[in-house]
């Protein structure tokens, strides 16, 4: 393999002694928001990556792997899902793959809007108009004051947010207070869907808190994980249900239910993936990563 000089390198730290470091072909992008720093650039191997507040977002040629791995749990497990609530409408991804399922009410919600447009501009690929749908409505509010506030019941509330860290308005958006608010705005078969961090070996404690405040409101929750290129890591992501709903089916049923319910192509997801996701490893099947909260 002959190596490529680059005079640029966008480094993301991962962890208290790691970083990974990308190799930049173009800064596309580069914008500071009301709330955050907004960047796009370009590497080889990935395509356009969006980078909020130095860190990693969003890459143009996995970012289906992130987002279908958000939003299809959730969606094919609810036995009729009309009405979701995403918080963090960001590049829009989340809402494109909502649009596959037919007769679905969306509500977007985002405290950026400064970012929204920017997504709206240039991230195309992303979004693929979902913004502009008519099924789609857009709020741009704190999550935590729309939820506060709202008066509708969810079936399926989707948490596509930034990590956790102590400075960011989204670290309240992962509290068991906050899960409690949206508790309370969900149907009886309610699900709640969240990002939920990296889980490497010895890397896997910000999962394992969110874990335990998410089970402190909803009796039945699941870790479940897939690796993320981008990201260079097994990513996690949490489920809370109202209601007891195994996400453990027959690939075989899974993929009916997918022919279905999903109007649209999957790149990523089908019924064997969505099982290799929910088989945790060994190291996480412990009390904190089960498929339960007890």
Known sequence: MKRKPFSQWFVDQVGSDQFHCFGIKKVLIDYQSNYQKIQIIEVESLGKCLIIDGKMQSAEKDEFIYHEALVHPAMLLHPKPANVLVIG?????????????????????????EVIEFSRKHLEGWHQGAFDHPAVRLIFQDGWDFIQQAKELYDVIIMDLP???????????????????????????????TQAEGIKPAQAEDHKAIKKNLAAVFQYSYSYLTYIPSYDSPWGFLMGQKSQINPLLPPEHLDQLITRKIKGPLRFYDGQTHLSMFYLPGYLRSEACSNSNR
């Open 89 to 113: 409408a960001g590049e829009g991804a989340t809402i494109r793959e909502l649009l596959k399922y037919d007769n679905l009410k969306i509500t977007g919600v985002d405290i950026d809007q």
């Open 163 to 193: 990590e956790p860290s102590v400075d960011s308005p989204a670290s309240r958006l992962y509290t068991s207070e906050f899960y409690q608010l949206a508790f309370d705005r969900m149907t009886s078969d309610g699900i709640l869907v």
